[in-house]
Structure formats: structure tokens, C-alpha cells
């Protein structure tokens, strides 16, 4: 792992880099991977929305993800526009088993306060490990165009990443939330050496 890889890690907390036969392999299912992550898009954008609904008394919660909403529609629609340029179609939503692995150590129950830490770490947790997989893909695809692109959204998912953590913070007793966070990681960490490495899955 080179120095920059190793520091880009660091700041995202991942326990574990992503497969470096992945992404050789989704070069090779460029449409696969573009349809799975417009999904991937729509659902972070419905997932701020169920946040805001849920937790409408918050203000802090409401101004912060309104914006991310927008732009999280806004990379859907960039995503389309690129299987578009590429003559490739816009296919049905395939099973994130990622995201149902994740969803799975979510703690049911608790505090209100404690129910939205466990969504916003869920949610910080996704976007790092898109950012890290955008990296990747800027970095090794042939294709310059999509170079590119995926260099742009792994700036803004790093963004959402360190947002939704610090709105955990900010509502919940920051030690616990630390904790906790090290819990997400760890895990995460075990769903990935569990799943097949697959090219079109963007988890």
C-alpha cells in the first residue's frame, strides 16, 4: 500500500482496504457498476430524507442533510447521465448485500437520541467506504472521463463521511459515540472479509 493510500485509510478509520482485485474487476463491469451505484445515490438521498422526516425537531439535523439531499439526487442524476453518454441502460436495483450486513448491527431500541447515532454512523460508514472505492476507481480505470468523475464524488462522499459523523457528536455524548464508531468498524471490517469480491457491486 503506497504512503498516500496508507494515510487515506487513517483518515477514513477503515479497518480493512477494499480487495485489490475489485476493482480490475468492475473496469471490466463498468455498466454493472454504474447501475448499482445510481442506486447506490438514490439511496443516500432517501436515507437523509427518512433522517430529516424522522428527526424533524432537530434543526441541526434538517439544515445539515437538507443540502446533501440535493446533492446526493445530483450525483444520481450525474451517474445516469454517464450510462447514458455510454449507450448503456439504466437496469433494476440489485441486493446490496453490504448494506443488509450493515443493517444488521444496527441497536434496536434505546434512546430517540441513541436510535438517530446508530443511523448517522451507518451512514458515515457507507460513504467512507464509497469514497474509498471512488478512489480507487479514479485512480485505476483506463477510461479518463470516469477518472474524473469518481475523483469529484470521492471529495464530496468524504465530506458526507466526516458530516454525519460530527452530527453524531454533536447530539449524542462523544465518548459513546467513539466507541460505538470503533464497533461499526470493526464489524464492517468482518462483513467485508466474508463477501465475494465482486465487480458489479460498488460494495
Not at 443488509?100 to 448491527?105: A, D, T, V
Not at 474524473?148 to 447530539?171: C, D, N, P, Q, W
Amino acid at each position: 500500500m503506497s504512503w498516500e493510500d496508507s494515510t487515506r485509510q487513517k483518515m477514513l478509520h477503515l479497518k480493512l482496504p477494499t480487495d485489490p482485485r475489485w476493482v480490475g474487476i468492475a473496469e471490466m463491469q463498468i455498466e454493472d457498476i454504474l447501475v448499482d451505484h445510481a442506486y447506490c445515490e438514490q439511496k443516500a438521498a432517501s436515507s437523509c430524507i427518512s433522517l430529516i422526516l424522522r428527526f424533524n425537531d432537530l434543526d441541526d439535523i434538517v439544515d445539515t442533510l437538507t443540502p446533501i439531499v440535493a446533492e446526493e439526487w445530483g450525483h444520481f442524476e450525474r451517474v445516469l447521465a454517464q450510462l447514458r453518454k455510454r449507450g448503456m441502460k439504466f437496469g433494476a436495483p440489485r441486493k446490496d448485500e453490504y448494506v443488509i450486513k450493515l443493517n444488521e448491527f444496527v441497536k434496536k431500541g434505546g434512546s430517540r437520541i441513541q436510535q438517530l447515532t446508530e443511523q448517522l454512523l451507518l451512514n458515515a460508514l457507507i460513504e467512507a467506504r464509497s469514497c474509498e472505492r471512488f478512489k480507487l476507481l479514479s485512480k485505476n480505470v483506463a477510461d479518463e472521463d470516469l477518472q474524473k468523475f469518481y475523483y469529484e464524488l470521492m471529495i464530496s462522499e468524504a465530506g458526507h463521511y466526516v458530516t454525519f459523523i460530527e452530527l453524531a457528536r454533536k447530539y449524542d455524548d462523544v465518548e459513546k459515540v467513539n466507541r460505538r464508531w470503533q464497533e461499526w468498524l470493526d464489524y464492517e471490517s468482518e462483513v467485508l472479509k466474508k463477501l465475494e469480491v465482486r465487480g458489479d457491486r460498488m460494495h
